[in-house]
């Protein structure tokens, strides 16, 4: 870490609390030796002017640290007079002040309350006194001068700002500008209807009477729902085989599926003792799931049949959460604080009483149909396995956003941000908070993403309060700005494969690469070669190939190439839909050979996946015969 004009750590302490002290410059030494200045008021000289040598310190800092105890509340100068510098530089955007819990005090103290709506440093149920182990104060200390080089290393001091001495003018960094859009849809979206992404990457807009389908590799649009005239009931909409669901508030169901008999004949026609419906939840299996007032649950399976199960699911109290599982069950939370988890015959196989409301519910293990998270109260993280409770989490402030993305193979990584911008990264498998860090901006949405190169990366994309786009790599934060659009983004989706996001502005949807994911190269290979040839005479080959990479393709040319040797047209793949990993293709040539015997053909093959054309062709090299005609 270069060290620069305004790189200095200022601490502020009692000096009742000095042997503590000590301990703590002894674990800030590394950050020091990399070029970053600690200052604490013992380097003071006799005969120097000391209060205008703590504010010519407070002038270069970057940080403040405040050790906050009984001794420390006690001092009229802290108080007083260091406060008051402190204050004034951190209103002005110079620096950022940041706390730890030294000793048990009224950390709310009206002195202090606009220095602690920051997240201590520390947990401030533990004060680092209180500590009777030696060892644990000193991995308190530990983990506190790693949290104090994060937010060093982030240079994003509210507002990516760095000011270069006392009476400077604030000077604002650069942040990176977003990219052009690959694609821009105009759209006139309802600001009370939820757009919806499905699993192949197309967004779901609702405007007006009609639902727009969008998607990255489109430069149009990609269809269009008209609805009828209908009482909807507000966010309640769910994508199911492909097509949007939705329920009216009689309880009735319909499924779009592009036919204009959906407009006048529902998928479910609400009965009339039925009650509306609550929730609408589609498991990894295919089966719907719709919860109504009355506590029943109605099942659908993937072929779109009702589920005449050996039971009927019938909640003794309004079900208020749905999570499928992966073996076509259902785990559902009921307003009367209960967790009740279903087979897939509909026999009830487990409850769980909780002592507050359920705020979140779902499954945290893919090979495991009965482990499930919870959030409980507003405070805390919750594991059932098979109805008992395993694991649990608790955070200092109530949790305002929590994103997850299940990752094949490797750790369900789900980012949590706590009141007051406390970030952490959360492992489920095992169930474990993991390093986090202070965000100092307003968040308004977060979302966790994969890069299909690097599945262990715990990644997320997210809104400012302001709607500039953010983004987070592993502990790495970092902002963007769109130079043309001072409005903001309105609301972001991440496609599927988090390769791409779409940015709803006011009145058009952009869509771009994902800048935190590493761009991804579609790979074909040969699966075989059909045709024979004749010298001097024009002949049909059939070259097949393999999508072997991990992404969509959505557009194929090929050009067959041997110098001198033949003479060939290039060929186009017909893809109606993009060739999804693991599929084949068919390319067909025409080509005239000019000697007989065996021939080594190279060909060049042009790709584009959602995002536009790659940037080089692939080559594949195989060998014909020919023969004299």
Known sequence: MAPNPRNAVFISYAHEDQDLLERFLVHLSP????GVRIWVDRQIKPGDKWYEEIRGAIDQSRRAILLISPDFLASTFIIKEELKLLRAARDAGALRVLWIALGPADFGSNDLKDFVSEQALNDIEKPISTMQSIGEREQAFADICKKIKASLELGDDDGNEETGGRGAERRRKAK??????????????????????????????????????FHAGHDTLRGRE???????????????????????????????????????????????????IHCLAAGPTGRLFAAAWDGKIRIWDA???????????????????????????????????RVHVYASSGEELWSWPADDDIHRLWACEEDSESALAAQIGTCRLVKLVQGRLTDEIGFPTPLRFIARRPQQGGAQW?????????????????????????IDFPIRQIAVVADLQKED????????????????????????????????????????????????????????????????ACRME??????????????????????????????????????????SRKASANLREPLLPGRCVDLDFSVRVKVPGDLRLELKLDLADEGGPLPSPATIQFDVHSEEA
């Open 31 to 34: 950050l020091e030796r990399s």
């Open 176 to 213: 990176p500008n977003l990219p052009p859009p690959l694609r821009t849809f105009t759209v006139r979206p309802l600001e009370s209807a939820p757009s919806l992404m499905d699993a192949v990457g197309q967004l779901w807009v609702t405007e007006g009477q009609q639902v727009k389908i």
């Open 226 to 276: 008209m609805l009828p005239n209908r009482p909807w009931k507000p966010n309640l909409q769910e994508i199911w085989r492909g097509r949007l669901v939705l329920a009216d508030w009689s309880g009735t169901i319909y499924q779009f599926d592009g036919q204009a008999k959906t407009r006048e004949r529902p998928f479910y026609e609400a009965k009339h003792d039925d009650a509306p």
């Open 303 to 337: 072929e779109g049949r009702p589920h005449t199960g050996a039971k009927p699911i019938v909640l003794p109290a309004l079900p208020v959460l749905l999570a499928p599982l992966a073996d076509g069950g259902l785990a559902v939370a009921d307003q009367a604080r």
């Open 414 to 438: 789900t980012a949590v941000v706590c009141e007051g911008g406390r970030f952490e990264w959360l492992s489920l498998r095992p169930f474990t908070k993991l390093e986090g860090l202070q």
């Open 457 to 520: 990366c715990p990644m997320a994309v997210g809104l400012t309060e302001e709607g500039r786009l953010f983004t987070l790599e592993e502990l790495s934060v970092r902002r963007y700005e769109h130079p043309e659009d001072p409005v903001g983004i309105r609301q972001l989706f991440p496609d599927p494969t988090g390769r791409f996001l779409y940015s709803l502005f006011g009145r058009r949807i952009e869509v771009y690469r994902n800048p935190v994911v590493k761009a991804t």
């Open 526 to 567: 040969l699966d075989g070669v059909v045709g024979s040839l004749k010298v001097n005479n024009y002949r049909r080959l059939v070259v097949k190939l393999e999508n072997s990479g991990v992404i969509p393709i959505q557009r194929i040319e090929g050009e067959l190439v041997a110098g001198g040797v033949i003479e």
